[in-house]
C-alpha cells in the first residue's frame, strides 16, 4: 500500500511565522503535489514536483514555496505566514501523470491566528 | 485550462436511494478521469477511474460512473446508497497537459 504522511495533523501559528509542512512517500513516486482544500472551492494545486529539485506553480502558488531535496518529501513553505492562509494543505503523490492517479496524504489543518 | 463542474453541492438522501452525482469538465480533447471519495475524518481515496474504453467503468464499494464525451460528462452512480457512503466526492479531470483539476466536491449525506 502507498503511504503519503504529513507531518502534522493539525497546526496553529501566528501570523507572520515561517510555517513548514512536511511530506513523505515512501512508494519512489516520481511526482508529489500540494494542495490546499477549502469548502465550496474543492482542491487547489499550490505546487508541483515531478523530479528532485524540480518544481512546477500550480494555481494559487502565491504566499507558498516549495522544496524537494530527496525524492521521498516534498516540503511545503510558508514564507509569513497570513490568516487567508489557514485552510486543510493535502499533500498528493503519483507514479506518473495524466493516468495516474493520485495518492493522498491525511492532511494538515493549519489554523493562522 | 480546463474546469470542473459539480452540479450538487450537498445531496440527502435515504438509505436505499439510488445516487447520481454530476460532473462536467471543459475541455476538447484527451481526458482522464476519477473520482474521489473522503469519508469524514479520513484521506481522499480513489473510487474509480477512466482512461479509455468501456465508457462504463465500475469502482470500489458498488459504485460507477460513465463518461459521455459528447456531453462532456462523468456522472457517479450508485443504485442503493447506504449511510456508510456519507462522504464528500470529488470529481477530477487529468487533461493530456498532466494538469489535474478537481471539482468543488458533493457532500454526500446518507440518513439512516
Known amino acids: 500500500d502507498v503511504k503519503v504522511t504529513q507531518s502534522s495533523r493539525y497546526l496553529v501559528k501566528r501570523t507572520g511565522e515561517k510555517v513548514f509542512l512536511e511530506c513523505v512517500q515512501d512508494?519512489?513516486?516520481?511526482?508529489m503535489f500540494w494542495y490546499r482544500q477549502d469548502p465550496g472551492l474543492g482542491l487547489r494545486l499550490i505546487y508541483f514536483?515531478?523530479?528532485?529539485?524540480?518544481?512546477e506553480k500550480g494555481d494559487i502558488p502565491e504566499g507558498y514555496s516549495v522544496s524537494r531535496e530527496k525524492k521521498e518529501r516534498f516540503s511545503l513553505i510558508l514564507e509569513s505566514a497570513s490568516t487567508n492562509q489557514t485552510s486543510m494543505y493535502l499533500c498528493?503523490?503519483?507514479?506518473?501523470?495524466?493516468?495516474?492517479?493520485?495518492?493522498f496524504g491525511p492532511g494538515t489543518r493549519l489554523t493562522v491566528l | 485550462a480546463q474546469s470542473v463542474s459539480q452540479h450538487n453541492h450537498h445531496v440527502i438522501l435515504s438509505e436505499a436511494a439510488s445516487l447520481e452525482l454530476g460532473c462536467n469538465y471543459s475541455y476538447g480533447g484527451t481526458v482522464n478521469l476519477f473520482w474521489y471519495v473522503q469519508y469524514p475524518g479520513q484521506h481522499l481515496q480513489l473510487l474509480l477511474k477512466?482512461?479509455?474504453?468501456?465508457?462504463l467503468v465500475k469502482g470500489i464499494k458498488g459504485f460507477e460512473a460513465e463518461f459521455i464525451k459528447s456531453k462532456f460528462s462523468f456522472n457517479l452512480r450508485k443504485p442503493s446508497v447506504q449511510w456508510s457512503d456519507t462522504a464528500e466526492y470529488f470529481c477530477?479531470?487529468?487533461?493530456?497537459?498532466?494538469?489535474?483539476?478537481f471539482g468543488a466536491g458533493t457532500r454526500l449525506t446518507v440518513k439512516p
Open positions: 477512466y482512461f479509455s474504453g468501456d465508457p
Open positions: 514536483s515531478y523530479d528532485v529539485k524540480m518544481k
Open positions: 498528493a503523490s503519483s507514479p506518473g501523470l495524466a493516468r495516474f492517479e493520485q495518492f
Open positions: 477530477a479531470v487529468n487533461a493530456a497537459n498532466n494538469d489535474m483539476r
Open positions: 512508494m519512489d513516486h516520481e511526482n
